[in-house]
């Protein structure tokens, strides 16, 4: 659940905690399960997981796409192997004209979201088609087929 990340035996990541991971003070055979509003809200405003969601927005604009159901279809496939269902397809195009419009309304907004993170944006992207995207792509990656479950 995390390749480079530091583990502290006396403060352990709020990720990683969230996520069950075990204290390592004493060997652990089988870490315990859990599925609470908590790891939800992890993945969906922590960090690490925003700035994940920036790097498939930007993937998402760099696709040479003619409409905004295609760059979905692109993504949706991206993550998930699969076409989109013709509902989801609508929901997060909705979403993404949604997000635009507020984006638009708030640009201080969209700089604030597509700030998050330490990996450089492209400056060349509009921030608030950006933002938009991102929010769509944290959708995406928030689907249970994408997240990992055991």
Not at 120 to 141: C, F, H, S
């Amino acid at each position: 659940r995390g390749v480079y990340t530091h583990w502290q035996r006396t403060f352990l990541h709020p990720m990683l905690k969230a996520f069950d991971a075990p204290s390592r003070e004493e060997c652990t055979a089988q870490r315990s399960r859990s599925n609470t509003p908590l790891q939800a809200l992890t993945l969906l405003n922590d960090p690490t997981f925003v700035e994940a969601a920036r790097g498939l927005a930007v993937r998402m604009m760099q696709h040479d796409a003619a409409t905004a159901a295609d760059r979905v279809r692109w993504a949706y496939q991206e993550a998930v192997s699969r076409p989109p269902t013709a509902e989801m397809e609508r929901i997060l195009v909705e979403v993404y004209e949604k997000h635009r419009e507020e984006f638009r309304q708030a640009p201080a907004s969209a700089q604030e979201l597509t700030s998050v993170g330490v990996a450089p944006k492209p400056e060349d992207l509009d921030v608030v088609e950006l933002a938009a995207w991102t929010n769509v792509a944290r959708i995406i990656l928030n689907l249970h087929e994408v997240i990992t479950r055991y």
